[in-house]
């Protein structure tokens, strides 16, 4: 089957840490993969995305990489700020469908002063 | 505003009522969807417009669930005899082209439905 999840349902961090979510996906034709920030009460924001032909992309403090050969997606969020507290999802494109995206379950991130 | 505008933000409705969401897309965009989350879940996705047609219905749950986008802009997602496990915030989400992996997707801050 197709699924993407998640193997941490909450983190938490000292601001100023480094932190890494972590997302498993499972057979699949995508080769699209994206992460996304969601705070209470506000819709999903776009952090930053991969294809499958890249190991490892970076953004303003923020990493994703992807290893195709456990099927595994992380995040890395550098130097912490409270601001990031939020919840992360990881997404990737439905089998066949280049504009479905299918989401994981969500990692809570809490970043303590 | 220059987002997507989503309205009710909340809505509280009894058993077996009719509701509408409205979501107002970011102007020029053609692809509009829609996704449901329940509480401590993912987006689920529901629906998807290129212009006025909806290209792909499939993540409807069942036929109570229907949605328009008459004019190519603002779509109505229509919920009829609603349930209480219809309860979920409903996003919208739209993008100027018709493929989620250009990362152009951009959701509105939902509308929270809640069926007693």
């Known amino acids: 089957g197709e699924s993407v999840g998640l193997h941490l349902p909450t983190l938490s961090v000292q601001e100023g840490d480094n932190s890494i979510i972590n997302c498993a996906y499972s057979?699949?034709?995508?080769?699209?993969f994206i992460w996304y920030k969601q705070e209470s009460g506000k819709g999903p924001q776009f952090i930053i995305d991969?294809?499958?032909?890249?190991d490892k992309r970076q953004g303003q403090r923020v990493t994703v990489l992807l290893n195709k050969t456990v099927k595994h997606l992380s995040l890395q969020i550098a130097a912490t700020q409270p601001g990031d507290s939020a919840v992360y999802f990881c997404a990737h494109e439905g089998r066949g469908s280049n504009y479905k995206l299918t989401f994981g379950k969500g990692t809570l991130l809490t970043v303590n002063p | 505003g220059a987002g997507v505008s989503q309205t009710p933000s909340n809505k509280v409705t009894e058993k077996g009522k009719y509701v509408e969401l409205r979501c107002d897309p970011i102007?020029?965009?053609?692809?509009l969807y829609w996704y449901r989350q329940s509480l401590g879940q993912g987006p689920e996705f529901l629906i998807y417009?290129?212009?006025?047609?909806?290209?792909?219905d499939s993540g409807l749950p069942n036929d109570r669930f229907f949605a328009v986008r008459p004019e190519g802009s603002v779509s109505t997602l229509k919920i009829q005899r609603t349930e209480r496990g219809d309860s979920a915030v409903y996003l919208c989400?739209?993008?100027?082209?018709?493929?989620?992996?250009?990362?152009?997707?951009?959701f509105g801050e939902g509308s929270r439905l809640t069926v007693l």
């Open positions: 102007s020029g965009h053609t692809a």
């Open positions: 417009f290129q212009g006025t047609g909806a290209a792909d």
């Open positions: 057979n699949s034709a995508s080769d699209y």
């Open positions: 991969i294809r499958s032909n890249m």
């Open positions: 989400a739209s993008s100027l082209q018709h493929r989620a992996n250009t990362g152009e997707l951009f």
